[in-house]
Nanobody, 123 residues
Framework: QVQLVESGGGLVQAGGSLRLSCVAS????????MGWFRQAPGKEREVVAA???????YYADSVKGRFTISRDNAKNTLTLQMNSLKPEDTAVYYC?????????????????WGQGTQVTVSS
């Protein structure tokens, strides 16, 4: 089992940047595929980016070229660098872990979730 705690959300103007972090505790971090998801009011939770245990990445089309996912297995940390933020990026962002070495892109593929951190982008 793994526990996930996100931090780094906040309010930013359009065009600005934020860096989200997720610290994992429990079982070996490097045995999990990891992902960042987001959920806006009235919408379903959706994948933003995902990363395998050894760093293979996936990005949703809406964030390609603006967001970067990375992981530090030695520090049990997952990071999402978000640049050129847009008002449509406003959502609660969740860190998630799935058992197995590969990443997933669907909510149901993940076993563990953080509590979420709010990101608000003003126009």
């Amino acid at each position: 089992q793994v526990q996930l705690v996100e931090s780094g959300g906040g309010l930013v103007q359009a065009g600005g940047s934020l860096r989200l972090s997720c610290v994992a505790s429990g079982r070996a971090f490097n045995s999990y595929g990891m992902g960042w998801f987001r959920q806006a009011p009235g919408k379903e939770r959706e994948v933003v980016a995902a990363i395998s245990w050894r760093g293979t990445t996936y990005y949703a089309d809406s964030v390609k070229g603006r967001f970067t996912i990375s992981r530090d297995n030695a520090k049990n940390t997952l990071t999402l660098q978000m640049n050129s933020l847009k008002p449509e990026d406003t959502a609660v962002y969740y860190c998630a872990a799935r058992e197995g070495l590969r990443f997933g892109v669907r909510v149901e593929e993940y076993n563990y979730w953080g509590q979420g951190t709010q990101v608000t982008v003003s126009s």
